[in-house]
């Protein structure tokens, strides 16, 4: 099918996000109809770390059709540069989310032949120069045939040893397919990052029988400088490569729901690092525990801030600062670079 790339002007980004952007049709209540929404980890991860005040460029493959162009014209009015972004006649990807009586949110997808999964060496060969932190993950990380190409970029780039690179597994059991295959498809990405976050939930499903202490310790042996395992409510837990662990507690909010949660929590890791001056290979190996407990509070609190709220809907710099910025331990980036 034909394809063609965006030009939506200069490129002026500091971080970048590849992977899908879909329409979530979201069913609040059973029995209700459901709502589209843009959606799909890699889309919701850029959109906060745009909202948190950082560039970010969208590297996304786009269906010409109607669907596709809301997603294009959302993507922009969110200010993020698309310039970067593959246009197909493919057709888009759809999620549907139902949220149970727990405001729990649980997905099907049709992802037979859209756009979404093509990516090949060349439409991912011409990153943006100025894109210092690149972050991939979700079911563009699993699904043939651009998940290989994908897992070949990231190994590329982190033997060139100049980017940040972020990885989120956010796995979906119903496309994973064969659970050793995951595992050892999660793992290469693993090795590649320098950076990871994953959810409780990925991890009971990759590995069933062994605990998250233990998953911690065996993926940050894989290479990365920081690994985070997320549990919900309960907040998050990490380890760095200097074997220090770290542990920060949940935000008791009032939640509507969960949908796009763990996509926020992850725009407020990359939004802490690249604050506290981490947003390259070297400088991530040396994050002290203070930091990693700053940049972990900052991801914690962006996440509660996005339930409170339905759907992927993170908050604006702005928003966080508001809760943030006072109370016994404030984050301490948000003098520097308020808004």
């Not at 959606?39 to 850029?46: D, F, H, Q, S, V």
């Not at 998940?147 to 060139?160: P, Q, S, V």
């Amino acid at each position: 099918m034909g394809t063609e790339r965006v030009d939506r002007g200069p490129a002026r980004a500091g971080c970048a996000v590849i992977g899908e952007a879909l329409l979530d049709l979201v069913q609040p209540e059973p029995g209700r109809p459901y709502v589209a929404h843009p959606g799909g980890g890699p889309l919701n991860i850029a959109v906060g770390l745009q909202r948190l005040g950082h560039g970010t460029h969208l590297l996304a493959r786009l269906s010409t059709g109607p669907l596709g162009e809301t997603l294009r014209r959302y993507a922009e009015a969110s200010g993020l540069d698309v310039s970067a972004c593959v246009r197909t006649d493919e057709q888009a990807t759809l999620a549907f989310a139902t949220v149970d009586d727990e405001q729990q949110a649980s997905y099907d997808f049709y992802v037979q032949g859209t756009a979404d999964w093509g990516w090949t060496d060349d439409e991912l060969s011409r990153l943006p120069a100025v894109a210092q932190v690149l972050h991939t993950g979700s079911l563009a990380t699993v699904l043939a045939p651009g998940a290989a190409a994908l897992a070949r970029l990231f190994a590329r780039l982190h033997g060139e040893g100049q980017r940040l690179l972020s990885f989120d597994p956010n796995v979906r059991p119903a496309l994973a397919g064969d659970r050793a295959a995951a595992v050892d498809q999660v793992e290469a990405f693993v090795a590649s990052a320098h950076v990871v976050k994953a959810s409780d939930e990925d991890l009971s499903w990759l590995y069933p029988e062994h605990d998250l202490d233990e998953l911690l310790d065996y993926w940050v042996t894989l290479g990365p400088s920081l690994v985070v395992i997320t549990s919900g409510a309960d907040g998050c837990q990490a380890v760095t490569a200097s074997g220090d662990r770290i542990v920060v507690a949940g935000e008791p909010v009032a939640v509507v729901d969960t949908i796009g949660a763990g996509d926020a929590f992850e725009a407020g890791l990359l939004s802490g690092l690249v604050d506290a001056g981490l947003a390259t290979p070297s400088a991530l190996s040396t994050i002290s525990p203070e930091v990693a407990v700053a940049v972990l509070r900052r991801a914690t609190l962006v996440a509660a801030l996005t339930c409170q709220r339905p759907g992927a809907d993170p908050p604006s710099r702005g928003e966080y600062a508001a809760v943030a910025g006072s109370g016994s331990s404030p984050d301490p980036w948000l003098a520097a670079r308020s808004r």
